[in-house]
């Protein structure tokens, strides 16, 4: 299958900091990338479809000022939480589409405290 | 009425047995059916695709399509410690590739 990077794989930070999360498609392009939240013991929730060169959409409830996303390139989408606060902690995944099928990286790990 | 379902399970299978994984959707226009597996604490991860009705084997894996019933399956023969894991069932609609994931149901492997 496709293998899609992420970094950090965890981060930790203060309360009212920002933090940037990378994705990258590392063996095919993807003009689509999708990203993703997960809090413990529920599943994956969408956060925000990325796509190269345009705007992301952003799904139903999630703040486009607070998670700043951008697709610079087709191999590269960037996840920016802005003035992050502790109920921000949770796993965060990215995954790219290539022939139909969504890959996902390994995921970040985000601890406000 | 949730679009994807699942039992959440803990679903639990002595190893070497069959363990079966259902899921129901409720989108008529959703064409392509997945079976992800996540294990604690990890990402999810690919493990079928299943696109016309009917079977589709790969390996120990058997993913099971019915559109009529609206219903997609995974089979997994000869389970062994290393399956136990959440299995995840996506789905998507023609013309898009934005996925909708159902819970999961966790699966417990007894050596």
């Known amino acids: 299958g496709a293998v899609v990077s992420q970094h950090p794989s965890w981060v930790i930070c203060k309360s009212g900091t920002s933090v940037k999360i990378e994705c990258r498609s590392l063996?095919?392009?993807?003009?689509?990338m999708f990203w993703y939240r997960q809090f413990p013991k529920q599943s994956l929730m969408l956060m925000a479809t990325s796509n190269e060169g345009s705007k992301a959409t952003y799904e139903q409830g999630v703040e486009k000022d607070k998670f700043l996303i951008n697709h610079a390139s087709l191999t590269l989408s960037t996840l920016t939480v802005t003035s992050a606060h502790p109920e921000d902690s949770s796993f965060y995944i990215c995954?790219?589409?290539?022939?139909?099928?969504?890959?996902f990286g390994p995921g970040t790990r985000l601890t406000v405290l | 009425q949730k679009e994807v379902e699942q039992n959440s399970g803990p679903l639990s299978v002595p190893e070497g047995a069959i363990a079966s994984l259902n899921c129901t959707y409720s989108d008529r226009g959703s064409q392509s059916f997945f079976w992800y597996r996540q294990y604690s604490g990890k990402s999810p991860e690919l493990i079928m695709s299943?696109?016309?009705?009917g079977d589709k084997e790969d390996g120990r894996f058997t993913a099971q399509l019915n559109k009529a019933s609206q219903y997609v399956s995974l089979l997994i023969r000869d389970s062994q410690p290393s399956d136990s894991a959440t299995y995840l069932c996506a789905v998507s609609i023609f013309g898009n590739e934005k996925l909708t994931f159902g819970t999961g149901t966790r699966l417990t492997i007894i050596p």
């Open positions: 995954s790219a589409s290539v022939y139909n099928e969504q890959f």
């Open positions: 299943i696109y016309s009705n």
């Open positions: 063996d095919f392009q993807a003009t689509t």
